[in-house]
């Protein structure tokens, strides 16, 4: 299927366990974005990417891992998953032609519970 | 820093009703400015976005908005709102050379 997807869809894990959540598109964007959605504080901006293997922290990266070793892949890893990271985690991507600009588009969203 | 600020997180509002959703931003250089929409259980989607050049920007399904330099707002509005405009609305600023940062969002109600 065109588009971004991600994987899963819901997710349920424990204090301390290793998660990866998985972020997929077809238009072989150059800018890829996880964004974490949580109630009274809007999106925050985790990580981004603008090729592969190019990385960048956003606003609140810590406890968090990403990699892009393919254009259309930017999977998010959990390394020690804490309660605080309960939320509804949001991909993006976006053509990166014209910078910041560019109109992002967004995955079904995960929605993580860590007990 | 650029930040955003959604002065409401909740706006009811009848069908047929005007709506304004407000937003303004902080920023000392010049912006892009966006509104994106999520529709419940959904991903954002762009309603609609300000560049430059005319500061009244407009989305195919009748929202409109107007870049006020002046005071630093982004204002949204629709003249006559309908049951499926019921929505999260979030407002997001670039400083063109920065990742977008988003307002807290503002929940669109329409009743009948």
């Known amino acids: 299927d065109a588009g971004i997807t991600q994987s899963p869809r819901y997710k349920i894990t424990e204090t301390g366990r290793q998660v990866t959540l998985m972020c997929h598109q077809t238009?072989?964007?150059?800018?890829m974005f996880w964004y974490r959605q949580d109630l009274g504080h809007g999106l925050r901006l985790i990580y981004y990417?603008?090729?592969?293997?190019?990385?960048d922290k956003g606003e609140v990266p810590d406890g968090y891992v990403v990699s892009r070793s393919k254009t259309e892949n930017f999977p998010l890893t959990l390394e020690s998953a804490t309660r605080s990271q309960t939320s509804v985690y949001f991909c993006?991507?976006?053509?990166?032609?014209?910078?910041?600009?560019?109109?992002?588009?967004f995955g079904p969203g995960t929605r993580l519970t860590v007990l | 820093a650029q930040s955003v600020t959604q002065l409401d997180s909740q706006v009811p509002v009848f069908e047929e009703a005007p709506v304004e959703l407000r937003c303004n931003y902080s920023?000392?250089?010049?912006?892009?400015l966006f509104w994106y929409v999520q529709y419940p259980n959904q991903g954002l989607q762009l309603l609609l976005k300000?560049?430059?050049?005319?500061?009244l920007v407009e989305s195919i399904n009748g929202f409109e908005a107007e870049f006020n330099k002046s005071q630093t707002s982004f204002h949204l509005r629709k003249p006559s709102v309908h049951i499926s405009d019921t929505a999260e609305y979030f407002c997001?600023?670039?400083?063109?050379?920065?990742?977008?940062?988003f307002g807290k969002g503002t929940m669109l109600l329409v009743s009948p």
């Open positions: 993006a991507s976006s053509e990166g032609l014209a910078g910041w600009s560019d109109e992002q588009f």
């Open positions: 238009w072989s964007h150059s800018y």
């Open positions: 990417s603008a090729a592969a293997d190019i990385t």
């Open positions: 920023s000392s250089v010049s912006v892009y």
């Open positions: 300000y560049l430059s050049g005319s500061t």
């Open positions: 997001a600023v670039s400083q063109g050379y920065s990742t977008l940062t």
